[in-house]
C-alpha cells in the first residue's frame, strides 16, 4: 500500500501570505492520480485539484497543485479568512494523506 | 443541481449491522465510480471502497472486507453500503462520493454519523 504523509501537520499564517503543503507518497504516485481537497469546519471535503494540478471547477486561482513522482504540494497564493480548513491529499481514487490544517 | 445525499445512520451496539443509502440526483449512477469514505471523530478521511459503474466491480479496504458490502440500484439511483460485524471503531460520519473525474471524487454528500457503541 502507497502511503501519503503530509507536512507540516499544522500551518498557521497571517490573511494575504503564501501556503504550501506538502504530500510525500511512499511510492511513485502517477500525476493524473493526485487530487487535493479541502474540509472547513463541519462541512464535506471539497474538490479542489485533480490530476496533481487541475482546478476542479469553481476553485479560485489561487488555489494551485504540482508535483511529480513522489512528491505533491498545494499552493494558497494568498490566504483568506474562508480557506481556513484542512486540505487532504489523495492517490488512485484511495487512500488519503493524514490532512494539514491551516490556520490564520 | 448534481447532489447526494446519504442516510441510515444512527446507533448500533458491537456485532451489530446497519445499512446506508446514498441517493443521487442530477446525474446517473450507471455513468460513475462511486465510493464510500468514512470520517472517526477528530480524525482524517479513510476511503473504505468503491464500485463501478457497471455494478460488476468492487473494492474494499482490508479492515472491511468480509463485513461491509456496497451495492446499488442504477434505476432508484441509489448506492447502499450494508455493514455487518460493526465494531467500535467503525464509528464515524460516513461519506458517499461520486468518481466523477479521473481519480478524484467531485460530489460529496453530507455525511450521515455512524456511533458504534454498548
Known amino acids: 500500500e502507497i502511503v501519503l504523509t503530509q507536512s507540516p501537520g499544522t500551518l498557521s499564517l497571517s490573511l494575504g501570505e503564501r501556503a504550501t503543503l506538502s504530500c510525500r507518497a511512499g511510492q511513485t504516485v502517477s500525476s493524473n492520480q493526485l487530487a487535493w481537497y479541502q474540509q472547513r469546519p463541519g462541512q464535506a471535503p471539497r474538490l479542489l485539484i485533480y490530476g496533481a494540478s487541475i482546478r476542479a471547477t469553481g476553485i479560485p486561482d489561487r488555489f494551485s497543485g504540482s508535483g511529480s513522482g513522489t512528491d505533491f504540494t498545494l499552493t494558497i497564493s494568498r490566504l483568506e479568512p474562508e480557506d481556513v480548513a484542512v486540505y487532504y491529499c489523495q492517490r488512485s481514487g484511495t487512500s488519503f494523506g493524514q490532512g494539514t490544517k491551516v490556520e490564520i | 443541481e448534481v447532489q447526494v445525499v446519504e442516510a441510515g445512520g444512527g446507533l448500533v451496539h458491537p456485532g451489530g449491522s446497519l445499512r446506508l443509502s446514498c441517493s443521487g440526483s442530477g446525474f446517473t449512477f450507471s455513468g460513475h465510480w462511486l465510493n464510500w469514505v468514512r470520517q472517526a471523530p477528530g480524525k482524517g478521511l479513510e476511503w473504505l471502497g468503491s464500485?463501478?459503474?457497471?455494478?460488476?466491480?468492487?473494492h474494499y479496504i482490508e479492515s472491511v472486507k468480509g463485513r461491509f458490502t456496497i451495492s446499488k440500484d442504477d434505476a432508484e439511483n441509489s448506492l447502499s453500503l450494508q455493514m455487518d460485524s460493526l465494531r467500535v471503531e467503525d464509528t464515524g460520519v460516513y461519506y458517499c462520493a461520486r468518481g466523477g473525474l479521473p481519480f478524484a471524487f467531485d460530489i460529496w454528500g453530507q455525511g450521515t454519523m455512524v456511533t458504534v457503541s454498548s
Open positions: 464500485i463501478n459503474q457497471y455494478g460488476s466491480e468492487r
